[in-house]
């Protein structure tokens, strides 16, 4: 259902793109945008499980563009480092297949915004969580279900 990487010796096992995934501190999205073009938007995200959680806006592209169709990627780039006189790059890459919702419950939603903000302002906890009590009403949050990750690195 899914390709498979070409270059065997670069793959990385599933546990290892899992990590990747987990430790970027922001991802790109693909999706299908406004006639049929690919539409990729960089974002924060959170991994939970099986789970990749962001938030945004509750109107834009982005939540067109999956209303007409929930199957996306997700892609992390770490340790990316030209090596010019080499021709090449070296870096760590996941990308991750998946479903995404939105999610409705708002136990959910603050679930999530506090993983987010665990991330990536964790000495900021309280006040972050004054933020999205009073954000709560202008606040998407989409959760991907991981069907399928993989993993590359050079």
């Known amino acids: 259902m899914f390709a498979e990487i070409r270059r065997k010796e670069r793959e990385m096992d599933s ?23 690919g539409y990729g938007v960089p974002l924060n995200y959170v991994v939970e499980e099986n789970h990749i959680y962001f938030h945004c806006a509750t109107e834009g592209e982005k939540l067109r563009s999956l209303k007409e169709n929930n199957k996306v990627s997700f892609c992390v780039v770490q340790n990316a480092e030209v090596i010019a006189e080499k021709f090449t790059t070296n870096y760590k890459s996941s990308m991750a297949f998946g479903k995404a919702s939105f999610v409705s419950s708002e136990e959910e939603i603050r679930y999530a915004m506090m993983l987010l903000l665990k991330k990536y302002s964790p000495e900021y906890m309280e006040t972050g969580e004054k933020y999205v009590n009073q954000a709560i009403t202008r606040i998407q949050v989409i959760k991907i279900d991981i069907e399928h990750i993989s993993g590359k690195f050079h």
């Open 15 to 37: 546990q290892q793109a899992k990590e990747v995934l987990e430790s970027g501190s922001y991802g790109i999205l693909s999706m299908c945008g406004q006639n049929n073009y």
